[in-house]
């Protein structure tokens, strides 16, 4: 192991959490679209890259209920992601590699907010769309 990794790999948060949302507020192109409506439940969590790889999975549920479609509470399918910015309130994850059919997982990013070591937001990117979707405790 190089002494690079040795300092990057210590100062690396560990993150595995769930993070309970009972509200969102929704931006495109940076200009917010939605207020806070109260009663929109979702759920974040970020664990260790369940595919055995580095980094983590993120992966974004709905509490409010089954999908209409795939009949699952999944609202936003797993997503593998590495830390590429972080410091004592905010570490900001950014997709890489490809789901089985293809399709980029560079396209998503999450960036979680810490209050005393407790998430106390987070935001989810689209960043082919232009969109970011901030979720509150």
């Not at 690079?4 to 690396?12: D, G, L, M």
């Not at 999908?67 to 004592?88: E, G, L, R």
């Not at 890489?96 to 990013?109: R, T």
Request: hydrophobic content about 35%; glycine content about 8%.
């Amino acid at each position: 192991m190089k002494i690079f990794e040795i300092f990057k790999s210590k100062s690396q948060r560990d993150l595995n959490f769930v993070f309970k949302s009972s509200d969102h507020i929704r931006y495109e192109n940076g200009r917010q679209v939605t207020n806070l409506t109260g009663g929109a439940n979702r759920a974040v969590k970020v664990e260790p890259n369940t595919s055995g790889g580095e980094g983590y999975t993120a992966t974004l549920f709905n509490l409010d209920g089954n999908h209409p479609v795939w009949q699952n509470n999944i609202q936003m399918a797993p997503k593998q992601m590495k830390i590429i910015q972080q410091n004592d309130e905010k570490v900001v994850l950014r997709g890489y590699g490809n789901d089985p059919m293809g399709a980029s997982f560079s396209d998503y990013g999450l960036s979680i907010f810490f209050t005393d070591k407790q998430v106390t937001k987070c935001i989810l990117h689209m960043h082919d769309r232009g969109v970011d979707i901030e979720y509150f405790a």
